[in-house]
């Protein structure tokens, strides 16, 4: 029987990183970013739909959604935010099922690939939630490096999500990223060895 499981984590916490590994073991990744660009493309339903709310200004000059211009408008703006979800979710969660279910009729275990599970509400959608855990100061400091953001843009960008000690309090499996990417490599393939899911690559 096929399982789903959805992967979730904090920014910085290694998520794509764990993402790529278990590719590596066989399983199928729908990923919420892929999908959530997939929702706007090029001539596109959704980006028309955001365009009849936001305006011209939402499309650049190549027909592309303006993301910068988006951006501006929904930062700091709650209702403009909420119409730009309501536009885009439902297209995302219609493309991440259909791929989910093209996976499962093939006999594949999935991973569902959500950086927002939990903010969301999405956890009765997967059999398991595997979270990707480190600190709150690590993700700070490899925001920092990765992104060279300020360390208060760095803490506003952390804060916004729930926090990831009550994430990992909510999920049914924590992978621990506090070091170096082997050290990550081999916690997870602890876990994967104790559900049965080790595969040979």
């Known amino acids: 029987m096929?399982?789903?499981?959805?992967?979730?984590?904090?920014?910085?916490?290694?998520?794509?990183?764990?993402?790529?590994?278990?590719?590596?073991?066989?399983?199928?990744?729908?990923?919420a970013d892929v999908a959530s660009r997939k929702a706007v493309e090029k001539g596109s339903e959704g980006l028309a739909q955001v365009k009849a709310v936001f305006?011209?200004?939402?499309?650049d000059e190549n027909g592309e959604m303006n993301r910068q211009y988006i951006g501006q408008q929904v930062f700091y703006d709650d209702e403009k935010r909420e119409k730009l979800n309501a536009i885009i979710h439902p297209i995302v969660r219609e493309i991440m099922e259909a791929?989910?279910?093209?996976?499962?009729?093939?006999?594949h275990d999935v991973v569902m690939d959500i950086p927002l599970?939990?903010?969301?509400?999405?956890?009765?959608?997967?059999?398991?939630?595997?979270l990707v855990y480190t600190s709150p100061s690590i993700q700070?400091?490899?925001?920092?490096?990765?992104?060279?953001m300020s360390i208060e843009d760095?803490?506003?960008?952390?804060?916004?999500?729930i926090?990831?000690?009550?994430k990992s309090r909510m999920a049914d499996v924590v992978i621990d990223n506090f070091d170096t990417k082997l050290e990550l490599k081999q916690n997870l393939e602890a876990v994967l060895a104790e559900?049965?899911?080790?595969?040979d690559i």
């Open 2 to 31: 096929s399982k789903v499981i959805g992967l979730t984590g904090g920014i910085a916490t290694g998520k794509s990183t764990v993402a790529e590994l278990l590719k590596a073991h066989g399983f199928k990744i729908v990923d």
């Open 55 to 59: 305006g011209d200004e939402a499309i």
């Open 99 to 107: 791929e989910k279910a093209h996976y499962l009729s093939e006999g």
């Open 117 to 130: 599970l939990f903010e969301n509400g999405l956890e009765e959608t997967v059999d398991e939630v595997w």
């Open 140 to 148: 700070i400091d490899r925001l920092i490096e990765r992104n060279n």
């Open 154 to 161: 760095a803490k506003a960008r952390i804060y916004s999500q």
């Open 163 to 166: 926090s990831i000690d009550k």
């Open 195 to 199: 559900k049965g899911y080790l595969k």
